[in-house]
């Protein structure tokens, strides 16, 4: 049985091994306490803001955490594919929302025998095509589909650019009578330009008035009509356009951050500084949770190591893994469980296994110690793993956490 095997699942935890000690590393371990913390940050965030919290599922496709999400108040969970919507489902997740493009009969397929076994499900259209092969599609199949119209940006992604692309969307839609239109989706994070929050507070301006005439016009087929945006950069701006008695007490506004979850040490660091900074009388803040723990290699030359680390291992995009403490189980068993600070030091390349690093001349480290490395951005280190370990204060794997990418 592996290390990780002998960690049950939520309901049924027995401690596990040690970490240092006793698990095969590298290893992907998320820390219980600012996991937890970070959970009830967000979903307090958006209730205060009048706001429904549906995370983005696919930053660690974790049910484990998923679940955790839900229990904590998540009005439901956030998918980008038609599979990633089938795992939830399979693990309990009854209300999803796929903020993305539902493309190709396969992934039809999947939705529709997902709403044939009771889930409240949504997607996005942009084009009237995809209007026609979904309508087509589910009215051989007897099903209502609910669709949302997305709100693109000029240069962006997905969406429709101008008022003119959503009219059109609208009757297209209306000549499906299996598509019910529901509400309005949007994306903030490809805005980009000289005052990005001035242009994102716009854009979500823009989303609250489409959703709005849209509602006047009676086209929605919903008594509370979704308006949904926000990654995990300017949730906070998102939530301000959405925080107005109207939209409170007559639609569903819905939040939809992923990486708020296990956060990271600079990508989303750098943006929790700035909502603070925007809002400098709020509560606490969101903390990182997510680090991957492995050994010192080789030796090779003065000021480098070489770390059992690779692109397999962990995301490197759009900063290279960040050394965060050195446990030194061989260079000084006497303080082995005891962390020595190594944020100074830095990555210089990384390889399929390896990772370079940078160590001062006179550092005291030897093959065999460990290193915590923190994370950029950690979509692209859960999808790395097949389990990551749930790990106290005091390093005792608590659970592992099963991913389904």
Known sequence: MSDAERCRDKGGIETGPELLSGVSLPAAVVFDAPLEHNIAWMQRFAEAHGARLAPHGKTTMAPALFRRQIEAGAWGITLATAPQCRAAFAHGMRRLLMANQLIGEANMGIVAELIEGGADYYCIVDSAENVRQLGRFFAERGIRLQVLIELGVPGGRCGCRDSAQVEALVSAIAEQPALALVGIEGYEGMIAGNDEVAAVRAYGERLVETVRLLHASGVLESEAPIVTASGSKWFDLIAAAFDKAELREHYTPVLRPGCYVVHDHKLYAGAMADVKARHPHLESELRPALEVFVHVQSLPEPGLAIIALGKRDIGHEPDL?????????????????????????????????????????????????????????????FDKWRQLLLVNDALEVRESLATYF
């Open 321 to 381: 893994p960040l050394p965060l403490r050195l446990y030194p189980l061989v260079s000084d068993p006497v303080a082995a469980t005891t962390p020595v600070d190594i944020s100074g030091w830095h990555a210089t390349h990384i390889m399929d296994q390896h990772l370079f690093l940078a160590i001062p001349p006179e550092a005291k480290i030897a093959v065999g110690d460990v290193i915590a490395f923190g994370t950029s951005h950690p979509c692209l280190t």
